[in-house]
C-alpha cells in the first residue's frame, strides 16, 4: 500500500449514526413472526411457536423500549400482540383469496410458502399495526424488509383492505398515503403514487384511492392525492392516469401495434436480447 494510500485511509472518518434501534434483530423479528403465524411442520425439528413467539415479542420490545421508553413499550407490545391473532385471521383469509383468483396455484400452502405478493401482503399488516401504533420507525423497517426479499414496495402507513391479490408484484409501489378497498386486483409494475414530490406535503393525501373489486393491470400508473379509481372498474396495463374515473370504467392504453409474418418482410430480424 502506498503512502498516499495510507494517508487517504486515515483521513477517512465516517459519520456515525445513532440508531436507537438495531435493523438486524427487528428484520428477524419480522422473518419470525411471519413463520410463526404460518409454522411449517417438520418432523426433524419441532416448532415451539409459543417459546419463539415469546423470543421474538422480548426483541421487539427491547426494541420499542429505546424509542418509546419502558412503560410504553410494554403498552405497545401488549397491544400489539393482542391483534396478531386476528391479524392471521384475516391473513388466511387473503391467502384463500390468492387460491380462488389465481389459476396457477395449487394449494394454500403453495400460497403461503411461495407467492411473494403474499408475502408482502403478511408483512404489510404487521408493519402498518406497528405503525398505528406510533413506532413508524420499526414499521418501516419491516416494509422495506419485505421490499428487499420480493420487490415489492409497500408504505406502512397504505390503507389496505380485504383480498389485496398481487399478483406476480415485482415492481409494485404503492404509497404512504394511498387507500385500496376490498378485493382489488394488482399486477406487477402498477404504482400508487404521488403527482410530485415536496417536503411540505408531508401531511397531505398525495396517492391515490382505489375502490372495491378494481382491477390494475401491469405497469399502469396512478398519480394524485385526489385520484379516485372507482370500483369495479379496470385499469388496462400501461395506462397513465392523474385523475379520477367513475364506478365501473374500463381504461384503455391505446397502442398501435403491426404483425406481419417474417416472410412478407424485407428487414433484417435479427435480434439479439
Known sequence: MTDRTEELIRQFSPQLIHAPVSRNDLEG???????????????????????ELQAAGEKLHVNIAAL????????????????????????????????????????LEEVILAYPGFHALCVHRVAHGMHLLGVPLIARIFSEYAHSKVGIDIHPAA????????????????????????????????????????????????????????????NATILGGKTVIGHDSV?????????????????????????????????????GI
Open 29 to 51: 423479528v419480522i422473518e419470525k413472526l411471519v413463520s410463526l403465524m404460518f409454522p411449517v411442520c417438520d418432523c426433524r425439528k419441532p416448532v415451539s411457536v409459543r417459546e
Open 68 to 107: 418509546t421508553g419502558e412503560r410504553r413499550a410494554d403498552e405497545i407490545t401488549e397491544s400489539f400482540f393482542r391483534q396478531l391473532l386476528p391479524l392471521r385471521e384475516r391473513l388466511y383469509e387473503d391467502a384463500c383469496c390468492y387460491l380462488k383468483a389465481d389459476p396457477a396455484a395449487k394449494s
Open 159 to 218: 390503507g389496505i383492505g380485504k383480498n389485496l391479490f398481487m399478483d406476480h408484484g415485482t415492481g409494485i409501489v404503492i404509497g404512504e398515503t394511498a387507500e385500496i378497498g376490498d378485493n382489488v386486483k394488482i399486477y406487477q409494475g402498477v404504482t400508487l403514487g404521488a403527482l410530485y414530490v415536496e417536503k411540505k406535503l408531508s401531511d397531505v393525501k398525495r396517492h391515490p384511492t382505489v375502490e372495491d373489486n378494481v382491477v390494475i393491470y401491469a
Open 235 to 271: 385499469i388496462g396495463g400501461g395506462a397513465w392516469l392523474t385523475r379520477s374515473v367513475a364506478p365501473s370504467s374500463l381504461v384503455t392504453n391505446s397502442i398501435d401495434v403491426k404483425i406481419r409474418t417474417v416472410k412478407d418482410s424485407s428487414d433484417s430480424c435479427d435480434f
